[in-house]
């Protein structure tokens, strides 16, 4: 099946510095990859939609200058969020649409959580 | 905005038994998808619902689609302490939107 890793896993930083997560897509080239954020104990909401080789949209209440979102290949996107303070701490989570497939079907990745001290 | 409402929200059984968790809505689907999700781990795809009414069997898991695409179930038969996990139903024309989740424990 369709592959999509995350790096890093883990990250700690302290508040104030900026933070870049990437997300590949391994054996496809995806045309549109997602952007979510988990908090403890509740399901996943959407960030952002990342198109390759524009600018990415985001959802409602997503600072676009705060969650900085680069997708400069078909396999590769990445998530910087800047400026971190603790309440951005979360669990990131991409997906990645596959070209080719139908439906609405998205890969996950392993998803990276972030703590800002 | 499509909404997508599960549950029960947490079920705690003994392994053997069945459950049956729901996911509704009042939009109309495409298609539905149901993905599992263990604690620091993104969610992983379990299958993914097309046509109305439409069954879908996955060992133990069965998944229906409803006849009007605004609804879908999963219901798993026999439970073990590998099924437990954070299940949920996802659907949407571009970006997923994300039912709220079934926390599932089986205990041994």
């Known amino acids: 099946g369709a592959v999509v890793s995350q790096h890093p896993s883990r990250v700690i930083c302290k508040s104030g510095t900026s933070v870049k997560i990437e997300c590949r897509s391994l054996d496809f080239q995806a045309t549109t990859m997602f952007w979510y954020r988990q908090f403890p104990k509740q399901s996943l909401m959407l960030m952002a939609t990342s198109n390759e080789g524009s600018k990415a949209t985001y959802e409602q209440g997503v600072e676009k200058d705060k969650f900085l979102i680069n997708h400069a290949s078909l396999t590769l996107s990445t998530l910087t969020v800047t400026s971190a303070h603790p309440e951005d701490s979360s669990f990131y989570i991409c997906?990645?649409?596959?070209?080719?497939?139908?439906?609405?079907?998205?890969?996950f990745g392993p998803g990276t959580r972030l703590t800002v001290l | 905005t499509q909404l997508l409402e599960q549950s029960p929200q947490f079920l705690s059984i003994q392994e053997g038994e069945n459950l049956t968790v729901y996911c509704n809505s009042s939009s109309v689907f495409s298609s539905l998808q149901w993905y599992r999700q263990e604690p620091g781990e993104g969610p992983v795809l379990l299958v993914t619902v097309v046509t109305g009414g439409e069954v879908k069997k996955l060992k133990r898991l069965t998944f229906q689609f409803g006849d009007a695409r605004k609804d879908s179930s999963l219901h798993i038969t026999a439970a073990q302490t590998g099924d437990t996990g954070l299940y949920l139903c996802a659907g949407g024309r571009r970006a997923l939107t994300f039912g709220s989740g079934t926390r599932l424990q089986v205990q041994p």
């Open positions: 997906s990645a649409k596959a070209r080719l497939v139908a439906h609405d079907t998205q890969y």
